[in-house]
């Protein structure tokens, strides 16, 4: 089945540092979403990225899809203490039925 | 607008007996997804449901785990008998379409199940 790899497994940053972190696919992807879950928490949409090269920015967030749509990134500018959380992108190839979810990035901002 | 709502939040058995977890999605949101995400790792669908039909159950370990969607509107997912592995939370999703074009998946908050 369709596998969606996602580095770095973890990051810790100092606040005010940037953070990204990359989805990959070995397959064309027809879309691919971005989810945040904090702490103890569940999964949150955060973006839906649809077109070759798009880019699309949420204030300190900026998301990217690759020009072959086999990857994508986000991007997080200055990061805060709020931004704390686990970060998934998920997809759905031209082939298959189901939403995929990576194996997320889990980030730590120390104050 | 009420979320997906879910039941137990919490549930802790023994191997080999039974449990039984509901969701009613957000209303109107034709198609409802079971996921089971372990420590530290990504959702895994289980089952996704378009009304009261079944679109995809291609990851549901079928020799021990069920789900119904009766009337097209909320769910329940039955494992039986539980093993030890099955200790994760199970989160119940809604979105409005199904597809590549489905758009936002709205989570509930999730039951959290512990087999001893």
């Known amino acids: 089945g369709q596998q969606v790899m996602q580095i770095p497994q973890y990051q810790h940053v100092q606040e005010g540092e940037d953070f990204t972190t990359y989805c990959n696919s070995s397959?064309?992807?027809?879309?691919i979403q971005w989810y945040k879950q904090r702490p103890g928490g569940h999964p949150v949409f955060l973006i839906q990225?649809?077109?070759?090269?798009e880019v699309k920015k949420q204030k300190r967030l900026t998301f990217q899809f690759g020009e072959a749509k086999k990857n994508s990134s986000l991007h997080i500018t200055a990061t805060q203490t709020t931004d704390v959380g686990t970060y998934f992108c998920?997809?759905?190839?031209?082939?298959?039925?189901?939403?995929?979810f990576g194996s997320g990035t889990q980030l730590t901002v120390l104050p | 607008e009420a979320g997906v709502a879910q039941s137990p939040r919490y549930k802790i058995i023994e191997k080999r007996q039974s449990v039984a977890f509901w969701c009613n999605p957000i209303?109107?949101?034709?198609?409802l997804y079971w996921y089971q995400q372990i420590l530290g790792q990504g959702p895994k669908l289980l089952i996704q449901?378009?009304?009261?039909?079944?679109?995809?159950d291609s990851q549901l370990p079928k020799d021990r785990f069920s789900a119904e969607r009766l009337k097209g509107v909320d769910s329940t997912l039955k494992i039986q008998p539980a093993k030890l592995e099955d200790s994760a939370v199970y989160l119940c999703?809604?979105?409005?379409?199904?597809?590549?074009?489905?758009?936002?998946?709205?989570f509930g908050e999730g039951s959290r199940l512990t087999v001893l």
């Open positions: 209303s109107g949101h034709a198609t």
């Open positions: 990225l649809v077109k070759s090269g």
């Open positions: 397959t064309t992807l027809s879309n």
């Open positions: 449901f378009q009304n009261n039909g079944v679109v995809d």
């Open positions: 998920a997809a759905y190839s031209g082939s298959a039925r189901q939403l995929t």
């Open positions: 999703a809604s979105s409005l379409f199904s597809g590549v074009n489905t758009g936002e998946l709205f």
